[in-house]
């Protein structure tokens, strides 16, 4: 009993991220489908597009997975999050300050490190593998292809990478702002977030 519950403490951040998706779930998959869309023109799911079309698409997807990124490091406050990145690279002695309290969390905390990078590449690895078999093992991508509902130019990968940015993209984005957090003591104690 007192294994599982040191174990259930180890994976606060990966329990953080899951339950920060679970909570937020509309907010983050919006903005995954923005960057999926978005990606998926790029890769002529719809057709061929303009050189100036792919360069604003790429915009549009970088953008809305920085928002990802910034809405989870400020605890769904974009701006506290903004904030929190500005500070770091404008203010030396939280920098430093900052550094002092993550390599010494590192060091304290190493084997709890260890096993959220585990369970964190186990869960991402699990999302690649369902992906690639609806990519590759189902009808899916053929049938989209007879409908007409992506082009006949398009492969597999629009199919792919779509849904990798409505999954674990988002996933990794979250799990690594809440890393970030986790190795300044800033993660929150109540798993509850507004």
Known sequence: MI????????????IHTIRFIK???????????????????Q???FGPISPLSHT???????????LIFVYALGLTNVKTGVLRLVQ??????????NWRVAVQKVKDKWPSL?????????IALLFNKLINHIAYETC????????????????EWALILFFKNISVIPFTLIFNALFCLWLVNRLPKQMAYS
């Open 3 to 14: 294994t599982a519950l040191n174990l259930f403490k180890s994976l606060d951040w990966t």
């Open 56 to 66: 604003l698409l790429e915009v549009v997807v970088e953008s809305a997975r920085v």
């Open 114 to 122: 260890l096993i959220n990078l585990i369970v964190f590449s186990v």
């Open 88 to 97: 770091l690279v404008t203010n030396k002695q939280s920098r430093k300050q």
């Open 43 to 45: 890769l002529r799911a």
């Open 140 to 155: 899916l991508y053929i049938t989209l292809q007879a409908r007409q509902v992506i082009s006949s130019q398009s492969s």
């Open 23 to 41: 909570n937020h779930f509309w907010v983050i998959f919006g903005l995954g489908l923005i960057a999926a869309f978005g990606r998926a023109i």
